[in-house]
């Protein structure tokens, strides 16, 4: 244990921070265990979010990719309202668009 400032810090050896894959700088996180406490380098909340963010993700998989599809330009012309859509007119006889303004 060691002073930092007005609090205390804890002095990892190499070995354990390269187990951690951490460095000098990077957050740990202290959680309760059965038998203690844990160290890690996850953050515990974030991965409950990720969590749910993940069964959203699935549970909303169709409106996901009519997102997606929308946001990628693969989505009807009729889905997107006209303001949105680009405007293009032909540029040559190998189908290439150009776009106008």
Do not use: C, W
């Not at 007005?6 to 990892?12: D, H, I």
């Not at 998989?61 to 303001?83: C, E, F, H, Q, T």
């Amino acid at each position: 244990m060691t002073t930092v400032g007005n609090s205390t810090g804890v002095v990892l050896p190499k070995e354990v921070l390269v187990r951690l894959n951490v460095e000098k700088g990077d957050n740990l996180f202290l959680t309760d265990a059965p038998d203690g406490y844990r160290i890690t380098a996850y953050d515990p909340d974030f991965e409950r979010q990720m969590t749910l963010v993940r069964r959203v993700m699935n549970e909303r998989r169709n409106v996901l990719k009519k997102l997606d599809s929308a946001a990628l330009g693969k989505a009807s012309a009729s889905a997107i309202p006209r303001r949105y859509r680009p405007h293009f007119r032909a540029a040559s006889i190998r189908g290439r668009a150009s776009r106008t303004t």
